[in-house]
């Protein structure tokens, strides 16, 4: 085996772990692209559990005979 041919499985090997690297950085990035997305959906149940509470709240306020 010649030098050249050594030299050039070295770069493929290189290209070969640069590319995984960058498919790896994208699924992180869409992994936390998604987690950001179910987090913002989480305050509108909450938002609605408030609504129930001054729902019954409100029968409490109300003045008793």
């Not at 070295?10 to 987090?39: D, F, H, I, T, V």
Request: aromatic share 2%.
């Amino acid at each position: 085996m010649g030098t050249t041919y050594l030299k050039r499985q070295k770069e493929m090997k290189r290209l070969e772990k640069q590319r995984e690297k960058a498919e790896r950085r994208a699924q992180k990035k869409l992994a936390n692209r998604q987690q950001r997305e179910s987090q913002t959906e989480t305050p509108k149940p909450a938002a609605a559990e408030t609504s129930t509470l001054s729902v019954t709240a409100t029968p409490e306020s109300a003045p008793q005979d």
